[in-house]
């Protein structure tokens, strides 16, 4: 089964494995539904190994239930954890009326202690109220990903949490399933970064296009998809273009499409697209990334010239 528990555990522990021998540096996100409880064992085990890098906690349940039922239930454990009402309320509700639930609080606050002391980020997924954004603070969640209203996003910033919307919908303007525009919450100041959600290619054109809706021009922009991310995750060797850190690099176009031309990792060419013609000196390009150049850079006796990107490629 191409998602079953045992088979993502293998995946991940192969990535794992092969570390240093692979071109990008891939962490972990593990998005946890939060009904779906029988997965949580594996989630344990992963953290305990240290395989995991981020963690949502998602709840894509309609919101409605034996509401009679779980008020009381909702009363119990909003006095016996220090939660307010309206903030037990709003899981309560969503949690009722399913077989099996267990103590999903519980859960939550189990795996939430267990991140914690790991130093694993937790993420919200689709916040949409006040008191939504308000649990999922007190469980420990740093950062909101994909807030659906204004005013989640508002009380994310409020209460410290990063925020984090889709490239694709920042790109379109709007959201595909109506919900907060990520361009609106960038201009109002609400978002951090950029995640690739359902088309990693839309990052780059949202970038260039989120450039030019704040004074900040390029250089805010760029940062919703490197310095925000790095210190949201605590990455701190990374994030910015400063001495001392990697040089994790983005060399792209703007014209006539937005268009990525080669990427550097740690300061090595991981991928090129044959138009920077940097060629020959493979001490500064690293045996791997050698390998990769295109062959008629291989081959070119030329070594680096003193502006090694011709064109108008920009760092991002
Ligand atoms: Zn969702």
């Known amino acids: 089964m191409l998602r079953s528990e045992d088979h993502t555990t293998e995946i991940i522990g192969t990535i794992a494995g092969l570390k240093d021998h692979l071109l990008v540096d891939h962490r972990i996100h593990a998005r946890f539904e939060v009904t779906f409880t029988p997965a949580l064992p594996t989630l344990r085990k992963l953290m305990d190994a240290g395989r995991l890098h981020l963690i949502s906690l998602m709840d894509h349940t309609p919101g409605q239930g034996q509401y009679r039922d779980v008020e009381l239930y909702i009363a119990r454990i909003a006095k016996e954890r220090g939660m307010s009402v309206a903030a037990s ?18 859960a939550l606050q189990d795996l939430s202690a267990r991140a914690q ?7 919200s997924h689709d916040d949409d109220t006040l008191e939504k954004v308000e649990l999922v603070h007190g469980l420990g969640a740093a950062l909101s990903e994909f807030p659906v209203t204004l005013e989640a996003a508002q009380e994310a910033r409020r209460l410290g949490m990063h925020t984090a919307m889709g490239a694709p919908n920042a790109l379109r303007g709007e959201s595909y399933s109506g919900n907060l525009s990520a361009r609106q919450a960038y201009e109002a100041g609400l978002l951090d970064m950029l995640a690739s959600d359902y088309h990693p290619a839309s990052i780059l054109p949202a970038v260039l296009g989120l ?4 004074g900040n021009g390029l250089a805010a922009a ?7 991310p790095a210190n949201a995750l605590g990455l701190t060797d990374r994030g910015a273009i400063e001495p001392g850190l990697l040089a994790d690099l983005v060399v792209a176009d703007r014209h006539p499409v937005p268009r990525v031309r080669a990427t550097f990792r740690a300061g090595r060419l991981i991928y ?45």
């Open 272 to 316: 090129g697209d044959g138009t920077l013609a940097p060629a020959g000196k493979a001490e500064r390009v690293g045996p791997v990334a050698a390998e990769r150049l295109p062959a008629a850079a291989r081959a070119s006796k030329q070594g680096w010239s003193s502006s090694p990107f011709p064109g108008n490629g920009e760092l991002l």
């Open 211 to 214: 450039a030019e809706l704040r």
């Open 117 to 123: 002391a790991a130093g694993i980020v937790l993420a």
């Open 89 to 106: 309320e709003v899981v309560g509700k969503r949690m009722a009326g399913r077989e099996g639930q267990g103590d999903v609080l519980n």
């Open 222 to 228: 760029a940062a919703l998809t490197s310095a925000n």
